[in-house]
């Protein structure tokens, strides 16, 4: 038996009035997460010419990352629901810092590889048990809805700022900063959380699930390695038949093993949750768009537009301002419309917003063609991301919090790859018959986008279409 007491604070301490403090302090640790998946990309030519990585290397850089961070969340949000939400929060946060070190220090392209995976390791253990410590210091659904609009924004921003940031750091200081950013801020982290959030409370006796851990870390990695894969090798290579072919026989050894076992990583009944279920649905369709858009919008602006990079990142911050402001907004519209109305309409709003992108030509401009788009993409973003939030969490108690954030953010992991994948080749084969057919290349190049973006705005109508059967307002 497994015995647990709760893993929130004690209610003096949820309800004092630095629990606010404290979701900055959260919020600015999950801004790094999310930041460390994009800020790279800037850094990656710079990267492999000092460090002497070709193109399938230089890949690595951000799989390692994310075959890490994307296989292990489940795990990471079950290790923080049955050891302590704060406890293995500060374990991810300082692996994550130390990790950051030893990737600006890198000498070789494999310090780098590994410190890309300990970092992707450690912060699928500071996301899902960032997130329980959010639900356990808001307990009140109202506060709770306006905590997670800071969240929410908190997030979109930290993936658009990651093309402005590492744009502007290695032109400034080399490759190295777009890690070493990392440590200062996560050592404000270290020092606050012990001073704001109370110890953790939780009696747990038993055995950890290892099997049904074992299995669903294999699964997920070898799911977004497939996922991967089809982007840089295709989908009829070796390699990637064999990772699809090993996600689904450990996915189905993972289902067996959880049915069978008494103290299960993840209790199937966990999905009979339906605005769970529905939250974490509509995040792997949000996923899939937002990785797209953002990959394919800074390619196309750098090699059809001719911005350099840190032109590129500023671009962005008209979408980002327009993210942050709604995500505060978005917690008023939930408690007078209702969340299913707010999601839907922010959905609609996005799809809009990547339909209208669509339409750029190879020439565009951006007071023409780029900013009316990215306002409405940001406009969008900022509702869909703390709705869908609200969504995944509505219902889960604390002693499954940690789970609930595992799940969220692993839908979003799988959901990017994905999407990604799959737009990507569809983009990458419509160019490729439009040079063969004669068409130049910023034409064929620009039609490819196209493409990615209004594949994107299908993903965001699906996820729309998804979470019409919420049940409730």
Same mark, same amino acid.
């Given at each position: 038996m497994t015995v647990t007491a709760p893993l929130a604070a004690p209610p003096r301490s949820t309800h004092s009035a630095r629990r606010w403090l404290a979701l900055s302090v959260l919020a600015l640790a999950q801004f790094l997460v999310v930041l460390d998946a994009s800020i790279v990309n800037i850094a990656l030519p710079v990267l492999g010419s000092q460090l002497g990585m070709g193109t399938a290397a230089l890949a690595w /850089?951000? @799989?390692?990352?994310?075959?890490?961070?994307?296989?292990? &969340?489940?795990?990471?949000?079950?290790?923080?629901?049955?050891?302590?939400?704060?406890?293995?929060?500060?374990?991810?946060?300082?692996?994550?810092?130390?990790?950051s070190a030893l990737a600006g220090l890198s000498l070789t392209s494999e310090i780098l590889l590994a410190a890309r995976a300990i970092q992707g390791a450690s912060a699928a253990l500071l996301a899902p048990?960032?997130?329980?410590?959010?639900?356990?210091?808001?307990?009140?659904?109202?506060?709770? @809805?306006?905590?997670?609009?800071? =969240?929410?924004?908190?997030?979109? +921003?930290?993936s658009a700022a990651g093309v402005l940031l590492g744009g502007v750091l290695t032109a400034a200081f080399g490759w190295q900063s777009v890690f070493f950013v990392n440590i200062p801020i996560g050592a404000v982290? !270290?020092?606050?959380?012990?001073?704001?959030?109370?110890?953790?409370?939780s009696i747990v006796r038993g055995k950890l699930d290892l099997p049904g851990a074992a299995t669903i870390t294999g699964a997920l990695v070898a799911a977004v390695g497939a996922l991967s894969a089809v982007e840089q090798i295709g989908l009829a290579h070796p390699l990637t038949i064999?990772?699809?072919?090993?996600?689904? /026989?450990?996915?189905?050894?993972? +289902? &067996?093993?959880?049915r069978r076992t008494a103290e299960p990583l993840v209790p199937l009944a966990v999905f009979g949750n339906r605005s769970l279920s529905l939250g974490n649905i509509v995040m792997v369709l949000i996923g899939a768009a937002m990785v797209a858009?953002?990959?394919?919008?800074?390619?196309?602006? $750098?090699?059809? !537009?001719?911005?350099?990079? !840190?032109?590129?990142?500023? @671009? $962005?911050?008209? &979408?980002? #301002?327009?993210?942050?402001?709604?995500? #505060?907004?978005?917690?008023?519209?939930? $408690?007078?419309?209702?969340?299913?109305?707010?999601?839907?309409?922010?959905?609609?709003?996005?799809?809009?917003?990547?339909? =209208?992108?669509s339409l750029a030509p190879s020439d565009a401009g951006f007071l023409t063609h780029i900013l009316g788009p990215s306002l409405l993409i940001g406009i969008g973003m900022g509702g869909a991301f703390v709705t869908t939030t609200q969504l995944a969490v509505d219902g889960?108690?604390?002693?499954e919090a940690g789970l609930a954030g595992g799940l969220v953010n692993t839908s979003q992991q799988i959901g990017g790859a994905l999407g990604l994948a799959v737009l990507g080749t569809l983009a990458a084969v419509r160019t490729d018959s439009l040079i063969e057919?004669?068409?130049?290349?910023?034409?064929?190049?620009?039609?490819?986008?196209? =493409?990615?973006f209004l594949g994107a705005a299908v993903a965001t109508l699906l996820a729309a279409a998804a979470a019409s059967f919420h049940r409730g307002r």
């Amino acid at each position: 038996m497994t015995v647990t007491a709760p893993l929130a604070a004690p209610p003096r301490s949820t309800h004092s009035a630095r629990r606010w403090l404290a979701l900055s302090v959260l919020a600015l640790a999950q801004f790094l997460v999310v930041l460390d998946a994009s800020i790279v990309n800037i850094a990656l030519p710079v990267l492999g010419s000092q460090l002497g990585m070709g193109t399938a290397a230089l890949a690595w /850089v951000i @799989t390692a990352y994310v075959l890490a961070f994307g296989g292990l &969340l489940l795990l990471g949000g079950r290790l923080a629901d049955r050891y302590g939400h704060r406890r293995v929060f500060l374990i991810g946060t300082a692996g994550f810092v130390a990790a950051s070190a030893l990737a600006g220090l890198s000498l070789t392209s494999e310090i780098l590889l590994a410190a890309r995976a300990i970092q992707g390791a450690s912060a699928a253990l500071l996301a899902p048990a960032a997130l329980a410590l959010l639900t356990g210091l808001f307990p009140d659904p109202t506060e709770r @809805t306006k905590a997670l609009g800071v =969240w929410g924004g908190v997030a979109g +921003v930290g993936s658009a700022a990651g093309v402005l940031l590492g744009g502007v750091l290695t032109a400034a200081f080399g490759w190295q900063s777009v890690f070493f950013v990392n440590i200062p801020i996560g050592a404000v982290v !270290l020092v606050a959380v012990p001073l704001l959030i109370a110890r953790d409370t939780s009696i747990v006796r038993g055995k950890l699930d290892l099997p049904g851990a074992a299995t669903i870390t294999g699964a997920l990695v070898a799911a977004v390695g497939a996922l991967s894969a089809v982007e840089q090798i295709g989908l009829a290579h070796p390699l990637t038949i064999a990772l699809a072919a090993a996600a689904l /026989v450990l996915g189905v050894a993972f +289902v &067996l093993i959880e049915r069978r076992t008494a103290e299960p990583l993840v209790p199937l009944a966990v999905f009979g949750n339906r605005s769970l279920s529905l939250g974490n649905i509509v995040m792997v369709l949000i996923g899939a768009a937002m990785v797209a858009l953002f990959f394919a919008l800074s390619v196309f602006m $750098q090699a059809v !537009l001719g911005y350099d990079a !840190l032109t590129t990142g500023l @671009t $962005q911050l008209p &979408l980002a #301002g327009a993210l942050v402001i709604v995500a #505060g907004l978005a917690p008023v519209a939930i $408690q007078r419309v209702g969340t299913r109305t707010t999601l839907i309409g922010s959905l609609a709003v996005l799809a809009a917003g990547l339909v =209208w992108l669509s339409l750029a030509p190879s020439d565009a401009g951006f007071l023409t063609h780029i900013l009316g788009p990215s306002l409405l993409i940001g406009i969008g973003m900022g509702g869909a991301f703390v709705t869908t939030t609200q969504l995944a969490v509505d219902g889960v108690d604390g002693g499954e919090a940690g789970l609930a954030g595992g799940l969220v953010n692993t839908s979003q992991q799988i959901g990017g790859a994905l999407g990604l994948a799959v737009l990507g080749t569809l983009a990458a084969v419509r160019t490729d018959s439009l040079i063969e057919a004669g068409v130049a290349a910023p034409e064929a190049a620009t039609n490819g986008f196209s =493409w990615i973006f209004l594949g994107a705005a299908v993903a965001t109508l699906l996820a729309a279409a998804a979470a019409s059967f919420h049940r409730g307002r």
